[in-house]
């Protein structure tokens, strides 16, 4: 989708995604079934780089790489399939201290994404940008990704409790419907 384009620049010339996927072309151009397993084919070639990484360097890779990476492969993924890129990790007009990894806008409606490898206790900070953000505005839908199927469910129990719509975890068929929804929007 051309309107991404910028986006997806800066996201391609990061060393890591150099580093990783040396070029955009194959995530631009490989043929898939669904977004899961999009997802999981890239992650895969990551996983790979990571083994290689440590047994070249003798040190495991720094764990910022594990979002850089995540990020570029749903950046992808969402271009991929027809969806606007409003912003990518960037402030909010009149929202402070919230910054969503992804900004979606289909048909007038806005769809934050909060992207997380692992979550850990990080779901909290997920959920509080969800409060700020529907505060300004109140339609949008807010989602919570990661790439732990154990740390989704155990969250997605609270769902009710919190302002978040929903959290899946991109490894999960759950995943593929996600994308279903939005583009029944």
Sequence with gaps: MS???????????????????????????????????????FWGKYEVFKQKYLIENNKPINNVINGIIFEAIFAYLLDREGLLIRSHD?????????????????????IF????????????????????????????????LTADNKDADRIS????????????SVFSPSFDTLFQAVHLL
């Design 90 to 110: 960037e402030s909010i007009d009149g929202i402070k201290f919230v910054k969503p990894d992804f900004l979606v806008e289909k048909n007038n409606m806005l």
């Design 157 to 168: 129990m609270f769902i009710a409790d919190l302002d978040l719509d929903e959290i899946f």
């Design 113 to 144: 994404f909060s992207l997380k490898v692992s979550m850990r206790e990080r779901w909290k900070q997920a959920d509080w940008e969800s409060i700020q953000f529907k505060k300004k505005h109140p339609n949008s839908k807010c989602i919570l």
């Design 3 to 41: 309107n991404n384009t910028k986006i997806l620049n800066s996201i391609s010339e990061k060393q890591s995604f150099i580093d990783v996927f040396k070029d955009s072309y194959e995530l631009e151009n490989m043929d898939y079934e669904s977004p899961m397993q999009y997802f999981s084919f």
